[in-house]
């Protein structure tokens, strides 16, 4: 990893500390300037993702109020114009209207996997940077990948090889029968393959394997297959609201196999309801790690909206902040120098134990994660701390790519 050294306002800019710290001299600063630098924001605010587009809005919204009580980026304030991408049809539009008619420096955010590659082709064409929030597929890490396009969102690999471990530690895999139920679209039809390739590397088979429509809300009939297939473990891959039904059917059914999946959001398990979140998932982030910056995040997120961020709050607001800061450090909006520089490999603290940085050859963003595990309802307290965490995924001294996909097990080659 190439060597970084920071500048002064680093720090400034990745914290509210700091930002807090600037506030009487910004003014100032920000009327020099009469053009801002826009940012534009794309994320489902609707439809089964609108929950966690939710959070994703708020989020960027916070980190942009950071960064202009700090200074501004060159002096400059930054504008975030935020729109609900809705479909992939509608995400590629708004992205091209926002570059083309906006005058936008970026684009941040998506979390449906099937726009946040329309929004890539078109950050491609226009020479735009696009810093993906939410979308997990490997498949815009692989076939699909951009030179434009980077990731902040863990891909799929990082989820099933991250929680895959402790799977495999409670003997939950080895010679063991899994029911797995998918969302079917691109991220869901992602997800299965890489959980497959694990299940074959790690000698376990599939009693069942079914794809879910994305509008389906009664869950009954799957219910009653997981019943009568007895399976050694439930695996749920679903996505957006689908999870909260999920949970809220599989309790009202009694049923008591184990729980666990490969793609994860906490608001979906906190919309479910006390003592109906169980089992044990992967994370990239949450309201519970314990750095300075996470704590200094939570607190001034929940100051602002009146309840701590979730794992995709973490995504928008670090992708934000990233682009700030390399903005300034650069000197300059230009997409390409700073696709350049996040080619270098530099480091970012991403509010963890250790700074992660864009991969080179595919543009993943390495940085650890988090396994969660669901409290017994007498031993939740409120109702955000529902959960234990592990440690980081991977330990400490352990390189950040043991989680990621090989080069073998997806290829990137980018577009010239």
């Not at 920000?30 to 053009?35: I, K, V």
């Not at 609108?50 to 959070?55: A, K, M, T």
């Not at 297959?225 to 007895?230: D, L, P, V």
């Not at 000197?331 to 991403?350: L, M, W, Y």
Request: hydrophobic share 40%.
């Amino acid at each position: 990893m190439a060597a970084y050294r920071p500048i002064s306002r680093r720090r400034l800019l990745q914290s509210g500390a700091g930002a807090a710290a600037l506030t009487l001299a910004s003014p100032a600063i920000l009327r020099a300037q009469s053009d801002k630098i826009r940012f534009g924001h794309l994320t489902p605010r609707t439809g089964f993702l609108g929950p966690l587009g939710e959070y994703a809005a708020m989020a960027s919204r916070l980190a942009v109020d950071e960064i202009n009580a700090a200074g501004g980026v060159m002096g400059r304030e930054i504008e975030l114009l935020q729109e609900d991408s809705v479909n992939p049809q509608t995400a590629s539009t708004k992205a091209e209207r926002m570059i083309e008619r906006d005058g936008v420096a970026c684009i941040v955010g998506e979390i449906s996997s099937s726009s946040g590659l329309t929004i890539g082709q078109v950050a491609q064409r226009t020479g735009t940077l696009f810093v993906n929030t939410g979308c997990n597929s490997d498949a815009l890490r692989g076939s699909d990948c951009k030179k434009f396009m980077f990731h902040i969102e863990a891909q799929n690999s990082m989820y099933v090889k991250s929680i895959g471990q402790f799977y495999t530690r409670e003997g939950l895999v080895e010679g063991k029968r899994w029911f797995s139920m998918t969302a079917d679209y691109a991220f869901g039809h992602d997800l299965l393959k890489v959980a497959k390739r694990f299940m074959t590397a790690n000698g376990g088979t599939f009693a069942g394997d079914e794809l879910v429509p994305t509008d389906a809300t009664d869950f009954s009939a799957y219910m009653l297959q997981i019943r009568a297939a007895e399976p050694d473990l439930v695996i749920l891959n679903l996505a957006g609201q689908q999870t909260t039904n999920f949970f809220k059917q599989y309790a009202e059914f009694g049923l008591d196999y184990p729980l666990g999946g490969f793609g994860f959001d906490m608001a979906l398990a906190w919309a479910a309801g006390k003592g109906n979140f169980v089992g044990s998932w992967p994370s990239v982030w949450h309201h519970r790690v314990e750095t300075d910056g996470s704590r200094a995040f939570v607190k001034a997120f929940t100051d602002a909206y009146g309840k701590p961020p979730e794992n995709q709050a973490w995504g928008d607001y670090n992708a934000v902040k990233i682009i700030a800061q390399s903005m300034e450090e650069l000197g300059t909006t230009d997409s390409a120098a700073i696709v350049e520089h996040f080619e270098s490999e530099a480091s970012f603290d991403v509010l963890k134990t250790r700074e992660g940085y864009f991969r080179k050859r595919d543009h993943q963003f390495m940085n650890e994660m988090y396994g969660i595990t669901a409290l017994p309802p007498d031993q939740i307290e409120n109702q955000w701390d529902i959960f234990t965490s592990s440690d980081p995924v991977p330990g400490t001294g352990e390189s950040l790519e043991l989680i990621a996909a090989t080069e073998e097990e997806n290829t990137c080659t980018f577009p010239s």
